[in-house]
């Protein structure tokens, strides 16, 4: 979450405002917005207008402008994408901004607020791009070998470990910042793994696997993303075991 989120009127100076907490590059612009208010007396409606100035003008670094001349119509949309609340919280700062800016002669009067229809279109497109290169990276994997490695994982973890079905299924994969990925364990599965347990998990994500954000562990090899079914687990279990049962006989 933002910092801007969170920080109250405790963090407000009587003579700084929150300009601490404003971009550097957009200093400038905060110090015009802040002499508008300065003959105004103090109040929780003068910390919550700083406040909210603050916020827009980091979301507008956020999305990549880095000054008031880079000010556009499709970087106020980015930034609207990028912020996480309603349309209208971030709107009334950024239009303050602008009329602020346009009074100054530091912006053309003909200059166009994006409207909310303008931000759901931005993020109808962005949705789209997403789906397009997720199904990419499922046409690039190999579907065969894909589910040969995965149902060598699944078998050899319910072999080596007894994990039933529903706790194979449940197993997610998370990002674990620079060291890679790691496992959430499920019901009584227990790490560390066996070693060919976890050499065949490892290449099961880095062989079959789509690359794909994705909580579970194991998955369909076909667009879009879904877990498997519990009954498919079952039956890889089930010939495994099979053949488990078999070997052990022909041993005998």
Same mark, same amino acid.
């Given at each position: 979450m933002d910092i801007m989120?969170?920080? @109250?009127? =405790? &963090?407000? =100076?009587?003579?700084? @405002?929150?300009? !601490?907490?404003?971009?550097? #590059? &957009? #200093? !400038? /612009?905060? =110090?015009?917005?802040?002499?508008?208010?300065?003959?105004?007396p103090i109040s929780l409606d003068v910390i919550e207008s700083h406040r909210q100035m603050v916020l827009a003008l980091r979301y507008l670094k956020q999305a990549g402008m880095s000054s008031v001349s880079e000010i556009t119509e499709n970087g106020l949309i980015k930034a609207f994408y990028i912020y996480e609340g309603e349309y209208s919280e971030l709107a009334r700062p950024v239009k303050e901004l602008i009329k602020l800016l346009q009074s100054e002669r530091l912006m053309n009067n003909d200059f166009r607020m994006p409207t909310a229809y303008d931000v759901c279109e931005y993020d109808r497109s962005m949705r789209l791009k997403a789906k397009s290169e997720e199904r990419l990276k499922f046409e690039a994997i190999d579907i065969s070998e894909s589910e040969e490695l995965m149902n060598r994982a699944i078998s050899l973890l319910a072999v080596k470990?007894? /994990?039933? /079905?529903?706790?194979?299924?449940?197993?997610?994969?998370?990002?674990?910042? #620079?060291? @890679?990925?790691?496992?959430?364990?499920? @019901?009584?599965?227990n790490n560390p793994y066996p070693t060919d347990v976890g050499k065949a998990i490892n290449e099961y994500i880095t062989k079959g696997r789509p690359k794909i954000d994705f909580e579970y562990l194991f998955m369909r090899p076909n667009f879009p993303p879904r877990p498997l079914r519990l009954s498919t687990v079952e039956a890889v279990i089930d010939r495994a075991l099979e053949n488990q049962r078999l070997e052990n006989e022909s041993a005998n």
């Open positions: 989120h969170i920080i @109250g009127s =405790d &963090f407000f =100076d009587k003579s700084r @405002g929150y300009r !601490d907490f404003c971009p550097k #590059e &957009f #200093e !400038d /612009a905060y =110090d015009l917005f802040a002499m508008r208010l300065a003959n105004e470990t007894g /994990a039933s /079905a529903r706790s194979i299924c449940n197993l997610k994969l998370i990002p674990a910042n #620079e060291v @890679g990925t790691r496992l959430v364990k499920s @019901g009584h599965l």
